[in-house]
């Protein structure tokens, strides 16, 4: 069973640009979780999808965005980037709740100049 | 406002010994625990996780214990080995009612290292 996918793995943007995140879940999963991680934080909850269906987001400004398509694959988008952005972006997924056991992808290092 | 904390940034224990990883929490509204490792450059993978109507859970090598009145759990890994050399993050979640929110908060982990 492939585990979770992220694309990119590692991308470099500059300031004022918009950035787009891709997560394929495990086949038959159908919540996915992204989170911010940052050197000296945890892991910081963006938001949670599930059938199509934002459940809950986290307290991150509205340039933080996402959505999820019918197949489960999800997408994160962050508009005018700033250098604070600069983290490594993990999605999750679960059959159906987050509580439940979460598989981790490997993560996209985003980094802004 | 930090909900979830692991005060402790790094633990160094020796091989066969025990370690323990502690974690507070603030939100009195949290009723689900969850303890993730993480080696570097992979995603965390998930451990065990303790529900508040237990205080105790056990997987093999590992048990969380919950105090609820403190406000406070803990992970124990016996006995440790040289591969258990991770970071720990503690994680927690919940409305209070026995519902899901969907959404952990995780502390900011904790690095164990296992001397041979």
């Known amino acids: 069973k492939a585990g979770v996918t992220q694309t990119p793995r590692y991308l470099i943007k500059t300031r004022g640009q918009q950035v787009t995140l891709s997560c394929s879940p495990i086949?038959?999963?159908?919540?996915v979780s992204w989170y911010q991680q940052t050197p000296g934080q945890g892991l910081q909850f963006l938001f949670e999808?599930?059938?199509?269906?934002?459940?809950n987001k986290g307290n991150f400004p509205g340039r933080f965005s996402g959505r999820q398509f019918s197949n489960s694959r999800s997408e994160m988008n962050v508009s005018t980037l700033e250098l604070g952005d600069s983290a490594l972006y993990l999605c999750?997924?679960?059959?159906?709740?987050?509580?439940?056991?979460?598989?981790f992808g490997p993560g996209t290092r985003l980094t802004v100049l | 406002d930090q909900q979830v904390k692991q005060n402790s940034p790094s633990l160094s224990v020796q091989e066969g010994r025990i370690s323990i990883l502690n974690c507070d929490y603030t939100?009195?509204?949290?009723?689900?625990f969850l303890w993730y490792k993480k080696y570097p450059a992979e995603g965390p993978t998930f451990l065990i996780s303790?529900?508040?109507?237990?205080d105790k859970n056990e997987d093999g090598r590992f048990t969380v214990f919950l105090n609820k009145s403190a406000k406070h759990l803990s992970l124990h890994i016996v006995p440790s080995q040289p591969g258990d050399s991770a970071v720990y993050f503690c994680?927690?979640?919940?409305?209070?009612?026995?519902?899901?929110?969907?959404?952990?908060?995780f502390g900011k982990g904790t690095l164990l290292t296992v001397n041979p």
């Open positions: 999750a997924s679960s059959l159906q709740d987050p509580l439940n056991e979460q598989f």
């Open positions: 086949s038959g999963h159908r919540s």
């Open positions: 999808y599930f059938s199509e269906t934002q459940r």
């Open positions: 939100n009195s509204m949290f009723d689900y």
């Open positions: 303790i529900s508040s109507i237990k």
């Open positions: 994680a927690a979640s919940g409305t209070g009612s026995g519902g899901s929110n969907y959404k952990l908060t």
